[in-house]
């Protein structure tokens, strides 16, 4: 168990809808990253926040948005959503600083489009 | 750009030594770290490489060249549990307020066998 919380842990909607994933870092991370893992592209960075501020995106469509909330959780929101989307979304933290700044995912979320 | 390579699929027997390389090209370089990921789990830091050279920890070893942009992990006395996909990253050089990218290699799918 790596302290890193997400729910829901699996998610079933159909195309056109709205999903929001919420994760809870690790206690003392100020960062939370965002990934994208479908079975042809790995796993792909989609957005990172620092202490409640974007701080980097990656290759994130206009159509996912997400937060950090003062409490440090995060939440992504996925909207429009296309077949396409259907993969495993996972969030990570780290801490601010000291030792190797690795990073611990959590448990994912499983989306399916249908 | 980031490009990263590693074998699609290995396979080697329970007991032997396998070695999974990985090949970066990336805009800048801020450490290379292994993972491992069970199938449709969340992926768990195995070993992280800043300096050139072989850092070892029980049964995994991990080497990094930087100036042929070139690692690989190297796993001993493998045992069935270790049948996994083994993802190599590279961290973008830190570009301020906790932000430490990784980019993702596509994986290596590892089955060991009786």
């Known amino acids: 168990d790596s302290g890193v919380t997400q729910t829901p842990k699996h998610l079933i909607t159909a195309t056109g809808q709205r999903v929001t994933l919420r994760c809870s870092p690790r206690?003392?991370?100020?960062?939370v990253y965002w990934y994208q893992q479908s079975l042809d592209q790995g796993l792909q960075f989609l957005i990172q926040?620092?202490?409640?501020?974007?701080?980097a995106k990656g290759n994130i469509l206009e159509r996912f948005s997400a937060q950090q909330f003062p409490d440090l959780h995060s939440e992504l929101n996925l909207s429009s959503l296309e077949l396409g989307d259907s993969a495993l979304y996972f969030c990570?933290?780290?801490?601010?600083?000291?030792?190797?700044?690795?990073?611990?995912f959590g448990p994912g979320t499983r989306l399916t489009v249908l | 750009g980031q490009n990263i390579d590693q074998p699609t699929e290995m396979t080697a027997t329970e007991g032997a030594i396998v070695q999974i390389n990985c090949t970066y090209q990336?805009?800048?370089?801020?450490?290379l770290f292994w993972y491992q990921q069970h199938a449709g789990e969340a992926p768990t830091f195995l070993s992280y490489?800043?300096?050139?050279g072989l850092e070892e920890k029980g049964r995994f070893s991990s080497f990094l060249s930087r100036s042929k942009g070139y690692s690989y992990l190297l796993l001993k006395e493998l045992q069935m549990k270790d049948s996994a996909s083994y993802l190599c990253?590279?961290?973008?050089?830190?570009?301020?307020?906790?932000?430490?990218?990784?980019?993702f290699g596509k994986g290596t799918k590892l089955s060991v066998i009786p």
């Open positions: 990570a933290s780290s801490l601010p600083e000291g030792g190797i700044l690795e990073q611990f």
């Open positions: 926040y620092y202490n409640g501020e974007e701080r």
């Open positions: 206690s003392g991370d100020l960062s």
């Open positions: 490489n800043v300096l050139d």
């Open positions: 990253a590279v961290r973008a050089p830190y570009s301020g307020a906790g932000s430490y990218q990784l980019t």
């Open positions: 990336t805009s800048g370089f801020n450490g």
